[in-house]
């Protein structure tokens, strides 16, 4: 990593890739993007410590994670590890689950959009081993170090509207933890660790768009948060067990309450 950030992100999205469909060599038809992409704008040819943003979805597509689902909520069960909270409302149910990944998210993150009639798309099996895979070609192809973060689209609790977090990553710093530091004031900093790589994926949404085709952003500033190896990828990022202070819903709370009541006799 280099010395310190940047004052200065530039963040740019190739148009050109085109429908991928299962079984599609992702990373060939990347760098094949990228390539063309500098060919017509020179001035965005890969750099080292550049960060490659790749929407969920074309990494679902290619792996094959395009399933048959007359019923959406049957596709959200089988992905579902534990159920957080529910919410009834005018347009059904909404789930709030913690899924494979040990992500939680409304839907298990399953979705139907961008997807032909009577299928939906499941999250990649393993996220950051895609986004290995995705570096590996990269570098092979340009000769350059990069990061890739793999983003997918969430709500978050207290906040309207959605926003692109990283569900992978690959050569990025994904957290910058700032304990032990001080402000300008000279006070020590206790509880300070920045989100790095979730930042990075809603700042490539700003130019990918959720409608727009162009599902590869490149971020240039970031080289600081480049690392030489792959590093432990976006999993770091998941907060589990004790550190989960939200685990249940309301009402999930209030049964289990209850049911252990009723158990203690």
Request: hydrophobic share 45%.
């Amino acid at each position: 990593m280099t010395s310190g950030p940047t004052d200065e992100l530039r963040v740019w999205a190739p148009d050109g890739l085109g429908e991928v469909r299962p079984g599609d060599d992702l990373p060939t038809l990347l760098v094949d993007l990228l390539r063309a992409d500098a060919a017509a704008r020179p001035d965005r040819a890969l750099a080292d410590g550049d960060v490659l943003v790749l929407t969920s979805k074309v990494v679902s597509k290619a792996e094959g994670r395009v399933v048959a689902a007359a019923d959406r909520e049957q596709a959200i069960t089988d992905e579902t590890v534990r159920v957080v909270a529910t919410r009834e409302h005018a347009a059904g149910v909404t789930r709030i689950v913690e899924n494979r990944l040990g992500l939680v998210m409304a839907a298990a993150g399953v979705d139907a959009s961008n997807t032909p009639d009577g299928t939906v798309l499941l999250l990649p099996v393993d996220p950051d081993t895609s986004a290995r895979a995705v570096r590996v070609a990269v570098a092979a192809a340009f000769g350059v170090r990069v990061g890739v973060v793999v983003s997918d689209t969430a709500g978050r609790p207290w906040r309207q509207g959605v926003a692109d977090l990283a569900i992978g990553a690959a050569g990025v710093a994904v957290l910058d933890d700032l304990r032990g530091q001080v402000d300008s004031f000279g006070r020590p900093l206790t509880m300070t660790v920045t989100a790095v790589a979730d930042e990075i994926a809603a700042a490539a949404e700003l130019v990918k768009g959720k409608a727009a085709g162009r599902p590869l952003a490149v971020v240039r500033g970031l080289g600081h948060v480049v690392t030489v190896d792959d590093g432990p990828g976006a999993r770091v990022l998941v907060r589990t067990g004790d550190d989960d202070m939200f685990r249940q819903g309301s009402a999930e709370a209030y049964a289990q309450g209850w049911k252990d009541a009723v158990e203690r006799g």
